[in-house]
């Protein structure tokens, strides 16, 4: 393990833990090492003893936010509930989207907050290694150690890092009680909706081409919509019957539909943290609907998503003079 | 695009109609606020004002009651084109639903756009209940423009035997 990563599970450790012991919380949200390589593993700990297992590491792409509300409610049948939770820069922000809309009340959570280094994209890994069964993989401070049977490889970790992770904008919680790091000083990329302006400016025909191409190997699985924080409608529109908005089959206007619908009712809350990327078993680049979204939210309302629970959320607000130039006549 | 692959409804209504672009007559969803926009075209109505016969209204009770399903389904349907219209800012009998509509809109425009619908596809404007006129030349610009790109292919969805959906 790598240094920082060594101290971070130490400290992570025994904070959980003293939390847990004084009674400050209930439990404690953090990962720990799953049974395959690279992949991490949730954990609710109720114990100081059982906090002992948490481990930080590169791997943890999932979002702790998702499951964050349900866990609040799950242990308020015991009484009033505080809930402790590891939060990087994006998580924070999730956790903001859940406040704003009255998913969880801040004195519900206790945030632990770490500046993120950028997550690395397990497929990304396994990839390079096409054909051979990656069967250990151990992280240095700026490499990833692959082993398996017969070779032991050395890859640079930020070759194998998100998408999101690299044009990240907010590496350090928002919103947090106390941090277990330092503030992250990494300087944000020059131009991080370069990836979208480049597709802006082909023709509709070669984004139609483009957008097909990039879903047609959906298999419709919904791995995107489970992982995503945002999405806990306890009807999603994809298994509404009556009307049915979105057919169920693999055609490919069906699959369009779900995507761009998935996309739209993420506006103005997704923080792009990459789990629906992260959790896709095709490898289908579904942030770049919504980090479309996430560029107009910006430019035209002058917002970006959970940054203050204050605040309303965009589209739950207007302005007077909003721009309408898009309009036929004004 | 051959007429067999057209949603049913919407196939040349003779082998004659060979060319098109002569034949083709938009088919275009418009989706009229009750309190101002369908009101504007009824005023259009009754002051006997000529404008295409290629659009096909839905009444709602607000803007800010068209969501992006419906949108959506009256393309995936064959739409040509689609039309919403909603109250002035300032005029919404419920206050603020076109101003809400408003953010909704625009995002959903360059989303749609950002995946490939062609602009002139889908049209937003504000129309008041004395409007009768601006809604008559409302209805012929976009018509021109939707009859200028041709029959809907994109986002139609078709069944294997070539009918509608
Ligand atoms: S995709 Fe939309 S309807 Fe489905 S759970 Fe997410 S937000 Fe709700
Ligand atoms: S849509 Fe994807 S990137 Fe956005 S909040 Fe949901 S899981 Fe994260
Ligand atoms: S996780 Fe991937 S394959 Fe599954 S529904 Fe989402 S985009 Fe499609």
């Given at each position: 393990?790598?240094?920082?990563?060594?101290?971070?599970?130490r400290a992570l450790r025994e904070r959980a833990g003293d939390l847990l012991a004084a009674g400050t919380v209930d439990a404690f949200v953090g990962?720990?090492?799953?049974?395959?390589?690279?992949?991490?593993?949730?954990l609710v700990a109720r114990t100081p003893e059982e906090a002992r297992q948490f481990?930080?590491?590169?791997?943890?792409?999932?979002?702790?936010?998702?499951?964050?509300?349900?866990l609040v409610?799950?242990l308020?049948?015991e009484g009033q509930v505080r809930v402790g939770v590891v939060?990087?820069?994006?998580?924070?922000?999730?956790?903001?989207?859940?406040?704003?809309?009255?998913?969880?009340?801040r004195e519900q959570i206790h945030i632990v907050g770490?500046?993120?280094?950028?997550?690395?994209?397990?497929?990304?890994?396994?990839?390079?290694?096409?054909?051979?069964?990656?069967?250990?993989?151990?992280?240095?401070?700026?490499?990833?150690?692959?082993?398996?049977?017969?070779?032991?490889?050395?890859?640079?970790?930020?070759?194998?890092?998100?998408?999101?992770?690299?044009?990240?904008?907010?590496?350090?919680?928002?919103?947090f009680d106390e941090m277990l790091?330092?503030?992250?000083?990494?300087?944000?990329?020059?131009?991080?909706?370069?990836?979208?302006?480049?597709?802006?400016?082909?023709?509709?025909?070669?984004?139609?081409?483009?957008?097909?191409?990039?879903?047609?190997?959906?298999?419709?699985?919904?791995?995107?919509?489970?992982?995503?924080?945002?999405?806990?409608?306890?009807?999603?529109?994809?298994?509404?019957?009556?009307?049915?908005?979105?057919?169920?089959?693999?055609?490919?206007?069906?699959?369009?539909?779900?995507?761009?619908?998935?996309?739209?009712?993420?506006?103005?809350?997704?923080?792009?943290?990459?789990?629906?990327?992260?959790?896709?078993?095709?490898?289908?680049?579904?942030?770049?609907?919504?980090?479309?979204?996430?560029?107009?939210?910006?430019?035209?309302?002058?917002?970006?998503?959970?940054?203050?629970?204050?605040?309303?959320?965009?589209?739950?607000?207007?302005?007077?003079?909003?721009?309408?130039?898009?309009?036929?006549?004004? | 695009?051959?007429?067999?692959?057209?949603?049913?409804?919407?196939?040349?209504?003779?082998?004659?109609?060979?060319?098109?672009?002569?034949?083709?007559?938009?088919?275009?969803?418009?989706?009229?606020?009750?309190?101002?926009?369908?009101?504007?075209?009824?005023?259009?109505?009754?002051?006997?004002?000529?404008?295409?016969?290629?659009?096909?209204?839905?009444?709602?009770?607000?803007?800010?009651?068209?969501?992006?399903?419906?949108?959506?389904?009256?393309?995936?349907?064959?739409?040509?084109?689609?039309?919403?219209?909603?109250?002035?800012?300032?005029?919404?009998?419920?206050?603020?639903?076109?101003?809400?509509?408003?953010?909704?809109?625009?995002?959903?425009?360059?989303?749609?756009?950002?995946?490939?619908?062609?602009?002139?596809?889908?049209?937003?404007?504000?129309?008041?209940?004395?409007?009768?006129?601006?809604?008559?030349?409302?209805?012929?610009?976009?018509?021109?423009?939707?009859?200028?790109?041709?029959?809907?292919?994109?986002?139609?969805?078709?069944?294997?035997?070539?009918?509608?959906?």
């Amino acid at each position: 393990m790598s240094q920082l990563n060594e101290t971070i599970t130490r400290a992570l450790r025994e904070r959980a833990g003293d939390l847990l012991a004084a009674g400050t919380v209930d439990a404690f949200v953090g990962f720990t090492t799953g049974t395959v390589p690279m992949v991490m593993r949730p954990l609710v700990a109720r114990t100081p003893e059982e906090a002992r297992q948490f481990v930080w590491n590169s791997f943890c792409v999932l979002n702790p936010a998702n499951f964050l509300p349900e866990l609040v409610q799950t242990l308020s049948g015991e009484g009033q509930v505080r809930v402790g939770v590891v939060a990087t820069g994006c998580w924070s922000r999730n956790m903001v989207v859940q406040i704003q809309e009255n998913r969880l009340r801040r004195e519900q959570i206790h945030i632990v907050g770490i500046a993120s280094r950028g997550m690395v994209l397990p497929r990304r890994v396994r990839a390079l290694f096409a054909g051979r069964e990656i069967t250990r993989v151990e992280e240095k401070e700026h490499e990833l150690v692959v082993s398996g049977p017969g070779f032991s490889e050395t890859v640079s970790r930020w070759s194998v890092v998100r998408d999101n992770c690299r044009t990240c904008s907010h590496p350090n919680p928002v919103l947090f009680d106390e941090m277990l790091t330092s503030h992250s000083t990494r300087n944000p990329v020059a131009d991080r909706f370069d990836q979208i302006e480049e597709i802006e400016r082909m023709t509709p025909e070669e984004r139609y081409q483009w957008f097909q191409g990039e879903v047609a190997t959906c298999i419709r699985c919904y791995a995107c919509r489970n992982a995503c924080p945002l999405c806990y409608c306890p009807t999603c529109f994809v298994d509404e019957s009556r009307p049915q908005w979105v057919g169920k089959s693999l055609d490919p206007v069906d699959v369009s539909l779900f995507h761009i619908l998935r996309a739209y009712h993420c506006a103005g809350r997704c923080t792009d943290c990459g789990a629906c990327e992260a959790a896709c078993p095709m490898g289908i680049r579904m942030r770049l609907f919504t980090r479309k979204l996430e560029k107009d939210v910006l430019a035209l309302f002058g917002t970006e998503a959970g940054m203050d629970p204050g605040q309303p959320q965009p589209l739950a607000t207007y302005g007077l003079d909003d721009p309408q130039d898009f309009m036929l006549r004004g | 695009m051959t007429s067999s692959s057209w949603p049913r409804w919407r196939r040349p209504c003779h082998k004659n109609c060979v060319d098109e672009t002569l034949s083709f007559e938009p088919k275009i969803i418009a989706f009229l606020c009750t309190w101002c926009s369908y009101a504007g075209a009824d005023l259009a109505g009754i002051s006997r004002l000529q404008y295409p016969p290629s659009i096909r209204i839905i009444k709602v009770p607000c803007s800010g009651r068209i969501s992006a399903n419906l949108i959506l389904d009256a393309i995936r349907s064959g739409a040509d084109g689609v039309l919403v219209s909603g109250c002035h800012p300032g005029d919404c009998h419920y206050q603020s639903g076109n101003y809400h509509a408003r953010r909704r809109f625009v995002l959903l425009k360059n989303l749609l756009e950002f995946v490939g619908l062609e602009s002139d596809r889908l049209h937003f404007t504000w129309i008041s209940a004395s409007e009768g006129e601006q809604f008559a030349a409302v209805v012929r610009e976009v018509t021109d423009r939707v009859r200028g790109l041709g029959p809907a292919t994109r986002f139609v969805k078709h069944l294997p035997d070539g009918s509608g959906k």
